[in-house]
């Protein structure tokens, strides 16, 4: 069994900042891509960034220059660095990873979210 967990969500005002973590556990080999997924009320879940097991990174165009997504290969877990925060990066975030685990199974695991709320 493979899970990821979401953490460092909550409410900050217009221009604040926050950082996520998700941090997956259980019987890991390996994994390759982790991201950020975000859903706003009303709206389809979108990506806001991904991370190759390299380190190579994708971002939304509305959150380029603000997020900084990275990753510690060691401890399983990924980062999301929200700066400049607007009133419409109010969403439940949730974190995805491909992961691998020790019987070479391939899954892609979601988070539960946190909630990350910008007031203006």
């Known amino acids: 069994q493979v899970q990821v967990a979401e953490s460092g969500g909550g409410l900050v005002q217009a221009g604040g900042s926050l950082r996520l973590s998700c941090a997956a556990s259980g019987s890991i080999f390996n994994i390759n891509d982790m991201g950020w997924y975000r859903q706003a009320p009303g709206k389809q879940r979108e990506l806001v960034a991904s991370i190759g097991s390299g380190g190579s990174t994708n971002y939304a165009d509305s959150v380029k220059g603000r997020f900084t997504i990275s990753r510690d290969n060691a401890k399983n877990t990924v980062y999301l660095q929200m700066n400049s925060l607007k009133p419409d990066d109010t969403a439940v975030y949730y974190c995805?990873?491909?992961?691998?685990?020790?019987?070479?199974?391939?899954?892609?695991?979601w988070g539960q979210g946190t909630q990350v709320t910008v007031s203006s």
């Open positions: 995805n990873a491909e992961v691998r685990n020790t019987a070479r199974a391939l899954f892609i695991v």
